[in-house]
């Protein structure tokens, strides 16, 4: 088995729902957001388009991360994420520089110096979430593991309005997520950096 | 009556660099307890003025090391023996302020990803550090077997440590600011260089310049030179994004310290030994090029974080770039990361004027350090 996203750039609306979702499902820290809405702007006055392209961890199956990270604390699952064991990372921040995706994360700051309200206490949220994220330890999409122990879906795919991000098996060849890879002609993004990513991407980025 | 005086400077510079180490271990604390705005790194500048240090103290262990395993005259290669060593173990400690987690170091050693060149990393610097305290026992207590033994591993692990850390930054994939194998001969030449540099400083305090060290300080900032003009020339002549970090260091927020580089660094240090003057500040000026030139090796890394997809991109926090890609703001070290990158400067000539008078049997170190330099050479 093997987890794999694809997202259908055509879809997406550019509404930061599955920001959001992220966001209130891992509680990562001030400033930190695991999934990301890019825009771009296309054309010059007045022909101007703007894109949209939703951006997370690929969970990479040649993971540059995983194999710069020097004490081992980048991990592969049996399913194909990939992960952080907090308790090896030494916070050297090499897997930040060796993700060519800017997928990688940081816990710079104490949440609680620095919490989503300036000049505020912690809300309830923030405290309960936050022991998810220490200071001084690389962090990263986590691909929602404990919603697919349960079952679920990730919390982006699950709450995308457009249903723009399809998700499940890769290794499956009737998948659901592998047919529309296969129909649509789907690519990773940097496929020639050799990562093979298992996230891809339908429509022009 | 001059050896009173001499210890009594000595020990005011032990003091203040006490004071100094004090404070940058203070603001170490403040980084550690993660209070925002303790540092200026950040997701996209993961890498400053830390391993900035950390390059130019390993620069400086090779070169000085490597210059004291093969020189002939036992009592100066013991002194570039100490000034290596201590700068080794520097490049470890320059380290530390920059892990989120520095109790975990350990895992480096004992539980490491072997896959990882970073790993490179932590054996040839050990292996050097290990090999230059058995040159300083060797030399000091004139232990043949030891000192023989590190002249063999010594010129070995000291070519070895840079090329592992050049490894390390060209292998990441995407960071077109350090991809190219360029890179791995200006390791080796800055290693060379600062080595050279340290030699031919002492010799500088001492005005007993030897004509050969001149000579190679200047074949090598020339050779610096080359490889500055040969990346410079590669990405005028580019079009792809490859260039474009050069560029960035020619004309965007980077380029004062770039220029600065280039002619503080490496012209007015050549123009002064080709015209045999001030050798001393030729020297300090050759070194202060290094330093310069492994912290804007640092930084180019990060200024295009996107690659192609940066084209046109918006991010909020960073700003457009050159040729419509994606930039990452200028990466200025923070005041807490200056007084901590001080303190283990501080730490370094602690070391040094401890250690000193202990292995040559002197009244004090870096006082004294130039009463035998006449005799330094590396024949």
């Given at each position: ?205 | ?48 003025l830390y391993i900035a240090l950390f390059l130019f103290f390993e620069a400086l262990c090779a070169g000085t090391l490597f ?185 965007g927020g980077f380029a004062p310290i770039f220029w600065c580089q280039v002619i503080l660094g490496v012209i007015i240090p ?110």
């Amino acid at each position: 088995m093997r987890y794999g996203m694809l997202i259908d750039l055509s879809k997406c609306i550019g509404c930061a729902a599955c920001v959001m979702a992220c966001k209130v499902e891992n509680g990562t820290l001030t400033g930190v957001y695991w999934c990301n809405v890019y825009t771009k702007e296309i054309g010059k006055y007045p022909r101007v388009k703007k894109r949209t392209m939703p951006s997370a961890c690929m969970h990479c199956t040649n993971a540059p991360c995983v194999k710069a990270c020097p004490t081992g604390a980048s991990y592969h699952t049996e399913e194909g994420l990939v992960l952080v064991d907090y308790d090896k990372c030494i916070g050297c921040r090499v897997c930040l520089n060796a993700c060519p995706y800017n997928a990688r994360h940081y816990n710079f700051t104490d949440q609680r110096k620095n919490p989503y309200y300036e000049g505020m206490e912690m809300t309830p949220f923030e405290k309960v979430k936050n022991k998810n994220h220490p200071i001084g330890k690389a962090g990263k999409c986590i691909l929602c593991k404990d919603r697919l122990n349960d079952g679920k879906k990730p919390a982006c795919v699950q709450t995308c309005p457009t249903q723009c991000r399809i998700f499940g098996d890769l290794d499956e060849p009737n998948s659901e997520v592998s047919i529309a890879i296969r129909n649509n002609g789907a690519k990773p993004l940097y496929a020639h950096l050799g990562t093979k990513p298992s996230v891809y991407y339908i429509g022009s980025i | 009556m001059n050896t009173k005086k001499s210890g009594s400077k000595s020990s005011i510079i032990n003091i203040v660099c006490l004071v100094l180490l004090a404070v940058g271990i203070f603001a170490w604390s403040r980084e550690l307890a993660g209070n925002p705005g303790t540092t200026n790194l950040s997701e996209y500048a993961p890498w400053g003025l830390y391993i900035a240090l950390f390059l130019f103290f390993e620069a400086l262990c090779a070169g000085t090391l490597f210059i004291a395993a093969l020189g002939s005259n036992n009592l100066p290669r013991l002194k570039m023996a100490v000034i290596g060593t201590v700068s080794g173990v520097c490049a470890g400690i320059a380290i530390l302020p920059d892990l989120g987690s520095p109790l975990t170091v350990w895992r480096l050693l004992f539980a490491p990803n072997t896959s990882a060149p970073m790993i490179l990393d932590v054996w040839f610097l050990g292996l050097t550090v290990v090999f230059g305290i058995l040159l300083i026992l060797g030399l000091s207590g004139n232990k043949e077997g030891l000192t023989r033994l590190s002249r063999i591993v010594l010129p070995i692990v000291t070519i070895l440590l840079p090329l592992g850390t050049a490894w390390l930054f060209t292998t990441l994939p995407g960071k077109v600011g350090w991809s190219s194998s360029l890179e791995i001969g200006v390791f080796i030449a800055q290693a060379a260089l600062a080595g050279l540099c340290v030699l031919f400083i002492l010799q500088g305090i001492a005005k007993n310049v030897a004509n050969i060290t001149s000579k190679l300080v200047l074949a090598f900032l020339l050779i610096n030179l080359a490889l500055i003009i040969g990346e410079v020339g590669q990405a005028l002549y580019s079009s792809g994004i490859e260039a474009l970090p050069t560029k960035a260091l020619l004309r965007g927020g980077f380029a004062p310290i770039f220029w600065c580089q280039v002619i503080l660094g490496v012209i007015i240090p050549s123009i002064l030994l080709a015209m045999n003057k001030s050798p001393l500040i030729a020297g300090v000026l050759s070194l202060l090029g290094v330093v310069i030139t492994k912290y804007l090796f640092v930084v180019k890394g990060n200024i295009y974080p996107f690659l192609n997809i940066g084209e046109s991109l918006v991010v909020p926090e960073l700003g457009a770039g050159n040729e419509g890609y994606l930039m990452a703001p200028t990466y200025v070290p923070s005041g807490f990361e200056w007084l901590v990158g001080i303190g283990v400067f501080a730490l370094g000539v602690l070391l040094i004027n401890l250690l000193l008078p202990r292995v040559t049997n002197k009244q004090v170190g870096v006082i004294n350090i130039i009463q035998d330099i006449n005799q330094i050479g590396v024949n």
